[in-house]
């Protein structure tokens, strides 16, 4: 292997520019959704004290992302995807006002910061969902991999400085200026998309929604490969529901403050953008199913050492290396299942699967984030955490060593090549 096989192929940013304008817009976005990802549990933790009431802020982000998902999956195959990317994203740049103007009262309503979670989270999540459904479209199904790899690379560039600046813009500022931006953020993604074509869909737009469902269901519940690639994506999201202790953990734990929180957020992304710029060898792996369960048990072996590092003079400094390597180990699972999912697919339930696929991912994070708020109020944050990672690699072990087909599968289905 060459070494610059081990490298994401960039030649859609030179050959496709829609394709750069949808790269442009989500990097601008993904900067300023990382200044929220601080801002919300910092204010929320400032204003409680709670743990718990950081994963239930979270969770109402993640019940609205789940029910957007799904409604945006029917929607996507009724409307012109652009113009529900462009209200989607208007509306949630609407939220983010919203929060602002909440930050700025005297004494911030703990019940409005649940409430714009959810609508945010809700019509993100419809935006988002139009966008994949476009993405064929867009750059053609033969180089979906290629997109999701510099998608994926753009997101983690973007997310590695977006937390830390966050964290030092609540400590100078205050939360209030955070949401600003990041509402003047969607703002100019809206802008910078204005350019895409009209894109309306090519499926039956009378066929009864609950029933298109339902056949994505079935389709699911019976293919052992995606099912058992899906269960792997679900325990991972779950496990990264750990971000929510991270306030409790370097207060409790490390004797930091905010900007220690941000860099811990940061300390991710930067393995995950790693993972996603070092990914060319994914698509000649052989055994792709077996590849990704060993990324998920190193993920989770990372989750065990953070939280033993919290009982260590300097574990600050042992956690953040070592959330470096999760992030890398997750981006490589992330990756692998995105390509095995796709891979193994019909065209013709692509988008269905792609929005029931996503919604389990968001209910495994919003799970995660309740249990671990739960969690948190019986152990100390660094405990819950060593708990969590030790659970999920146990699980995540008899998952691969259960699912002979998933281990043994390629990256594509033979029979659905050329299918389109």
Known sequence: MTL???FVDLSLLRTNPDFRRVLIARTISLMALGLLSVAVPLQVYALTGSSLQVGMAAACDGVGMFLGLLLGGVLADRMDRRRLILVARSLCGLGFLGL???AALPSPSL???YALSFWDGFFGA???????AAMPHLVGRANLVQARALGMLSMRVATILSPALGGLLIAGLGVGWVYLLTALGTGLTVLTLLGLPRMMPQGEAGENPLRAMAQAFAFLAGHKVILSVAALGCLTTVVTSIRI????LVDEAFGGGAFETGLMYSAVPIGATLGAALSGWGARLERPGL??????????????????????PNGFYVALPVLVLFGYATSIASLLEYSMVQGHTPDRLLGRVNSLWTAQDVFGDSAGTIGMGLLATLLSPAVGILALGLGALALAAAVTATATTMRGAPMSDPALEGNG
């Open 291 to 312: 590849a990704m369960g060993g990324a998920c048990m190193g993920a989770f072996a990372c989750v065990a050492v953070i939280g033993a590092a919290g009982s260590l």
């Open 4 to 6: 610059s096989n081990l």
């Open 100 to 102: 602002a103007a909440n």
């Open 126 to 132: 419809i935006g988002v969902n139009a966008l994949m």
């Open 245 to 248: 202790l991270f306030p409790a």
């Open 111 to 113: 019940p409005a910061i």
